[in-house]
């Protein structure tokens, strides 16, 4: 083990800082500045343990990316071959999926063909009939991924020769592939993912409700406050009705969120895609609340007059908090039209809009 290494400050390293916060800048497309990098790097230094020069990047860089809401890149560190013996539950089937990429993408000549097929083959699949721990053997070249045509011509070709069974196998080590490509701190000569680069303290001291990813508020910001919600009762209050106005347009209803102030209680109405928003009254009426104290009966009560003055059929109350008891009472006693979302509510529906697969969301 280096001692160096591990007794370092490595939050007080300045070239380190600027290499995270390019990173982050490529592969979340969020700009932040040095100060909550080197936050994240001391809090990084309690949960690993940097014993090689080499590690440093890796780990600080797979850290700081999941810490900002590029979910998976610190699983992303285990190798594909693991992953894929476990998915398709065949280890000689995953060999011989393997050794097919390999062939055609990685090691093209060097792999025979004949890998993927029962018979002689490559060192995988030898392994693999002799019961050797294939889940060991670590392929970097793997981890580097493909173009998505390369890979749906990959599976085609596989479905072509081998059949079904060989053809998902071969899918499963694409897949895999790509998590861990799009999830790298090895960046040279990656295309961006995200178009520009968003100052992360906008989502605490902007006024906008406009995206770029986005209708009403930023899949960068959604990524981000899924992996820590509890930054959700500090952001704008702008930004959090932005953020339950984004919710409802994913979800394919018509929204039309308010001017943010003297909106007389009602920060966001909601139609049906089928109803006409200039004669049809709304289906909802929301009222959006980023406190940390229990919401009082009297605003429940507010939103439901709202709701009977409208037309609405029903009111919804998103806070980052939970009702008062008197609240749920009012609202069951006198049967208003008005339900809780509360703060395990609103970090669903956060988990619900956060991006999947690659990491990557575009808007339709």
């Not at 990813?213 to 981000?224: L, P």
């Not at 809780?340 to 809009?353: F, I, T």
Request: net charge negative; charged share 25%; hydrophobic share 45%.
């Amino acid at each position: 083990m280096c001692s160096k290494c591990a007794a370092q400050d490595w939050s007080a390293d300045r070239s380190l800082l600027e290499w995270l916060a390019e990173l982050v800048g490529i592969r979340i497309g969020l700009a932040v500045t040095e100060v909550e990098l080197a936050r994240i790097v001391r809090e990084a230094m309690l949960n690993f343990t940097i014993s090689d020069y080499k590690q440093v990047n890796d780990a600080f860089g797979r850290y700081a990316l999941e810490r900002l809401g590029l979910r998976g890149a610190i699983a992303a560190r285990d190798g594909v071959i693991p992953r894929v013996c476990a998915k398709v539950g065949d280890e000689e089937l995953a060999a011989r999926a393997i050794a097919f990429m390999m062939e055609r993408v990685l090691r093209p000549g060097v792999v025979s063909k004949e890998c993927a097929m029962p018979g002689e083959g490559s060192d995988l699949v030898v392994q693999a009939r002799e019961g050797r721990y294939l889940a060991g053997v670590h392929i970097p070249q793997l981890e580097y991924g493909i173009r998505d045509v390369d890979g749906r011509e990959c599976v085609a070709e596989a479905l072509r020769l081998y059949g079904q069974e060989v053809a998902d196998a071969v899918a499963s080590v694409i897949d895999e592939m790509q998590f861990r490509a799009a999830r790298s701190p090895i960046v040279l000569g990656v295309r961006r993912s995200w178009d520009g680069v968003l100052d992360l303290s906008e989502l605490f001291s902007s006024e906008s409700v406009m995206a770029s990813y986005g209708r009403f508020f930023d899949q960068r910001f959604v990524n981000y406050l899924a992996s820590n919600y509890d930054a959700v009762g500090s952001i704008h209050w702008r930004k959090f009705e932005g953020l339950v106005a984004e919710y409802f347009h994913r979800a394919g209803f018509q929204v039309e969120i308010g001017p943010g102030r003297n909106d007389n209680g009602v920060d966001i109405r909601v139609w049906e895609k089928s109803l006409a928003t200039d004669v049809s009254p709304p289906t909802l009426l929301i009222q959006c609340k980023r406190v940390r104290r229990e919401i009082d009966k009297v605003v429940v009560k507010a939103l439901a007059a709202d709701v009977e003055w409208e037309g609405a059929q029903q009111g919804l109350l998103v806070a980052t908090a939970d009702w008062s008891p008197g609240a749920r009472e009012v609202v069951r006693t006198r049967s208003y039209r008005v339900a809780e979302v509360n703060r395990s509510a609103v970090w669903q529906w956060l988990e619900d809009m956060r991006a999947t697969g690659n990491g990557l969301w575009y808007p339709a």
